[in-house]
């Protein structure tokens, strides 16, 4: 069974750190009409399996209408190759529109999450800045050594982010968070990220916050605490280092996935392999070819494609003459 390269309908959320659709960096830079049922537009969900309920559907093709996670059931080795043995899809690939500060907030790792009585979920991610105001901010990891007992009366007295890095980031900047890592996203950032395949957040705090009707949203400070890995550094921008090609350099490579940036300017094959693959256009328009099945597709910014480990010889082309700059995930 050979597949051609997929492409899926959207997943949006509501949340209350979001902009309105109107100041929606997916309208405004990506070009996307939103749903409009949504009074804010937080996260599009670009490829997704976390369950049969929530998986994304193939947007065209042969298979259009399949949910991920189907598909998955009935082709695991020529979707995900020589990785066909894990469980589910091993990324969740998205889009953050932070117009307010996300909750201060830490992720499990597999042996806290089984400790806690949770699904086998570690969530390590990583964010590629795509635009950032002025003054914008994440705060990433301790600034010094703390324990527990301090985090606990920083949390009483609403004063968490005084203990954490803060960074100015810019368009461009990567992230790598690992899970562990106490965390938040401030307002007037737009972001790619790309995670593991768990929904689990355990919130410290949330800056006091109330929605329209006064309600604040829960905490889970207990599992938080039990989750934050008490030896954590200031998180900085990563370094990049030479990819795969010379188009190409390494974001991230850690057992969760490998984060290649590419600025492409000309045709050019992309590496062999039997590796499944997602591909997550940040600017420019990239034309993708695949001899074996006929197809040829021009993505935009904000699209993303899976690219079965049975596709082999795919060719790459910027559109125009202006660079590609997209995202290559895969697994190490």
């Not at 998986?55 to 399949?66: E, L, N, T, Y």
């Not at 954490?164 to 990567?174: K, M, S, V």
């Not at 605490?225 to 030479?242: H, N, S, T, Y």
């Amino acid at each position: 069974m050979h597949f051609l390269p997929l492409s899926f309908h959207r997943i949006y959320r509501d949340y209350i750190w979001g902009p309105p659709a109107e100041r929606s960096h997916l309208r405004t830079l990506f070009g996307r009409k939103l749903p409009p049922e949504l009074p804010r537009v937080a996260e599009s969900w670009e490829i997704a399996d976390l369950s049969p309920e929530v998986s994304s559907v193939v947007a065209q093709g042969p298979w259009a209408g399949r949910p991920l996670h189907q598909l998955l059931t009935e082709y695991r080795t020529p979707l995900l190759g020589p990785h066909a043995t894990v469980e589910r899809f091993p990324f969740l690939i998205k889009f953050l529109d932070a117009e307010q500060r996300l909750s201060v907030q830490v992720h499990p790792d597999e042996k806290t999450a089984a400790c806690l009585g949770l699904p086998p979920a570690p969530k390590t991610e990583a964010w590629v800045i795509l635009a950032a105001e002025e003054n914008s901010r994440i705060w990433a990891g301790f600034r010094q050594s703390v324990n527990r007992g301090q985090v606990e009366a920083a949390l009483a007295n609403g004063t968490i982010s005084e203990l954490l890095h803060a960074a100015r980031p810019q368009a461009g900047d990567c992230f790598f968070l690992p899970a562990g890592t106490v965390h938040a996203l401030g307002g007037g950032l737009f972001v790619a990220e790309i995670q593991q395949p768990s929904d689990v957040t355990f919130r410290l705090y949330d800056w006091d916050r109330r929605d329209e009707q006064g309600r604040s949203r829960p905490l889970q400070i207990a599992e938080a605490l039990e989750a934050i890995d008490w030896g954590q550094k200031p998180i900085f921008p990563v370094r990049a280092v030479p990819g795969p090609h010379p188009a190409a350099e390494t974001l991230v490579r850690c057992p969760a996935f490998v984060i290649n940036r590419w600025q492409l300017q000309q045709r050019t094959a992309l590496p062999a392999g039997d590796l499944c693959r997602v591909l997550v256009v940040l600017s420019g328009t990239l034309s993708v070819a695949y001899s074996a099945g006929d197809y040829r597709a021009f993505l935009p910014p904000g699209e993303c494609l899976l690219l079965p480990a049975t596709c082999r010889n795919l060719l790459l082309e910027p559109k125009g003459k202006e660079l590609a700059v997209f995202l290559e995930v895969h697994l190490p």
